[in-house]
């Protein structure tokens, strides 16, 4: 139902844009986030962009370097991510929630539909 693409190996310093395309589902009614997953860690949030409009909201460690947007017409969503760092590398996950909480759209509990993830290598 989700359809993560985009990853892919690119040294730091560089940028790649990841796509969430939805097949079933209209996102812009849905609040849609990114979450990573690295290595032997857990799943971290990323940033979210709200169904309702359209704000957005970033971890602190990806803000000024990514963001996230929705292209309705497209029903997809995207995460630009510039300057990336070796601790960037991780699987990337696109969820989709009908919530629209502020205070729980960085839990991964709160989503309801989730992509497959597309992996993510930034060398050093």
């Known amino acids: 139902q989700l359809q993560a693409s985009g990853g892919g190996l690119v040294q730091a310093g560089g940028s790649l844009r990841l796509s969430c395309a939805a097949s079933t589902r209209t996102l812009s009614r849905y609040t849609t986030g990114w979450f990573r997953q690295a290595p032997g860690k857990g799943r971290e949030f990323v940033a979210t962009i709200r169904k309702n409009g359209g704000s957005t909201s970033y971890a602190e460690s990806v803000k000024g370097r990514f963001a996230i947007s929705r292209d309705n017409a497209r029903n997809t969503v995207y995460l630009r991510m510039n300057s990336l760092r070796p601790e960037d590398t991780a699987v990337y996950y696109c969820?989709?929630?009908?919530?629209?909480?502020?205070?729980?759209?960085?839990?991964?509990?709160?989503?309801?539909?989730w992509g497959q993830g597309t992996l993510v290598t930034v060398s050093s």
């Open positions: 969820a989709a929630s009908q919530r629209d909480i502020i205070t729980t759209m960085k839990n991964p509990a709160t989503y309801d539909y």
